[in-house]
């Protein structure tokens, strides 16, 4: 069984940073990735790498705000969030899939989820 733990998250002003960590305990992980919620909205992907690290994708709306970047040794996987936007506002959800190549991009493909860190972006 994994178990997900993120942290980090925290409230923070339009134009700031954050970095988030997810730690794994369990078996050997494979692909991570990061989505998240907002309210009344559905769960969203942001941001996943596979297990080497060689291979990340992000979506449009954080692409070039946001990096993805794991430490296997540690086993944590790192989302740091600069320029933080009021839309940024969510729960984000640490996520595994099911194989080392595979990137969850989809809830479909994420196999294990953390419990979620709430990030608030004031304006």
């Known amino acids: 069984q994994v178990q997900l733990v993120e942290s980090g998250g925290g409230l923070v002003q339009a134009g700031g940073s954050l970095r988030l960590s997810c730690a794994a305990s369990?078996?050997?992980?494979?692909?991570m990735g990061w989505f998240r919620q907002a309210p009344g909205e559905e769960r969203e992907f942001v941001s996943a790498?596979?297990?080497?690290?060689?291979?990340?994708a992000y979506s449009d709306s954080v692409k070039g705000r946001f990096t993805i970047s794991r430490d296997n040794a540690k086993n944590t996987v790192y989302l740091q969030m600069n320029s933080l936007k009021p839309e940024d506002t969510a729960v984000y959800y640490c996520?595994?899939?099911?194989?080392?190549?595979?990137?969850?991009?989809?809830?479909?493909?994420?196999?294990?989820w953390g419990q979620g860190t709430q990030v608030t972006v004031s304006s």
């Open positions: 790498i596979n297990w080497s690290g060689s291979s990340t």
């Open positions: 369990g078996r050997a992980f494979f692909g």
């Open positions: 996520a595994c899939s099911a194989g080392p190549l595979i990137l969850p991009k989809t809830p479909a493909t994420a196999s294990y």
